[in-house]
Structure formats: C-alpha cells, structure tokens
C-alpha cells in the first residue's frame, strides 16, 4: 500500500512541474536586457558613436581630472636636466607622521628591489631575479632625479605614477634621500 502511495506522489510530481512549461508561450523575463544584452565588440564600430566611429576620444589638449602635470618628459635628456636642476620636493620637511607613511610606501613598492636600507639587497635581488640594483651610496641622485624615476621609471624599475600619487612620490622621494644619508 505504501508503494502505491509512493507511485502516485512521484507521478503527481512529476505532472505538476511538467503542466508549467510551455514552449508557444515563454515565461515573462523580468528586466530582459540582463539576460540579453547588446554586446558591444571591444574597437568595433557601432550606432552609438558620432559617425560610427570606432570610439570617442577626449578633446586635444585635456588631461584627466585630479592629473597634475610634470613638466619633463619620459627622455635621457630629461633625468640629466632634472637632476642638473636640483629639483627639490615641494612638501619642505616631512614631518614625523609624513616619514613614518614615506617609510611605509617605500617598504611597499621600492623595499622588495632596493632592500630596507636602501642597498640594493632586496629579496628579489637575494633570489636573483633581479641583478644591478643600485645601491643609494654609490649614485648621484637627489630628490628630483628619485621623484623623475618614480614617475616614469628607468631601466627594469617600471613606473609608479599610476600606485603613488605626485605628493606620496615627493615623500618616498625624501625617504630615499634620508636613507642615503645614513648609508
């Protein structure tokens, strides 16, 4: 009897979920656009552009809000004028709260290349992934020629304009001038 029971609620089932679907007449999709989107090939032309141009580009001339322009360019000729010019940081003298973040931005981006001391033993120059970084002692740098590299970087150092902002480079600037010293 029990089986009968059992037969009878699985065929119940199986006759209710199957009664809710029909193929002439879909269900009503609740904001359809998600299920199916206009898609938009990266680079491709479509109606939504002027012209049907491939893309707007911004007016010549602008630069991205909160940009702050460097006025040397990304050239040789410009880390030697830099550092001909003496730049020095805008921010004067970091105060002790200001050194203590300088320290920890370099310990963050600069550390694992030039090591804590600023001797050119990172970790990845003990592991030797990376050979002839230089150590602060043996180069003529000064604040300007650090902030110029850290904007565009030089050799295998990349830059990091895009992870530090113009004042937090002035401060790792002052931080590498500091531990220059007390090399």
């Not at 032309?45 to 001339?61: H, N, T, Y």
């Not at 006025?71 to 004067?92: M, Q, R």
């Not at 604040?143 to 904007?151: A, K, L, M, P, Q």
Request: net charge positive; aromatic share 10%.
């Amino acid at each position: 009897m029990k089986s009968i029971y059992k037969i009878t609620l699985l065929v119940g089932i199986t006759i209710l979920v199957s009664s809710c679907k029909n193929d002439s007449k879909p269900n009503y999709q609740y904001m359809p656009n998600m299920y199916e989107p206009v898609s938009y090939g990266t680079y491709s032309q479509a109606d939504v552009f002027k012209g049907g141009k491939e893309g707007q580009l911004p007016v010549e001339g602008t630069i991205n809000r909160g940009f702050e322009v460097y006025e040397y360019p990304n050239t040789p000729e410009a880390l030697i004028a830099v550092k001909a010019a003496n730049l020095k940081s805008p921010l004067g003298v970091l105060s002790e709260k200001d050194i203590e973040k300088a320290k920890g931005l370099f310990e963050i981006y600069c550390a694992i290349c030039h090591g804590n001391a600023g001797d050119g033993q990172g970790n990845l120059v003990k592991q030797g992934k990376f050979l002839g970084v230089p150590n602060y002692k043996d180069r003529e740098i000064n604040e300007g020629s650090i902030f110029h590299v850290e904007t565009y970087g030089l050799n295998n150092m990349g830059s990091h304009a895009n992870q530090l902002s113009k004042k937090e480079r002035w401060m790792v600037a002052s931080y590498v001038m500091d531990l220059k010293s007390k090399l």
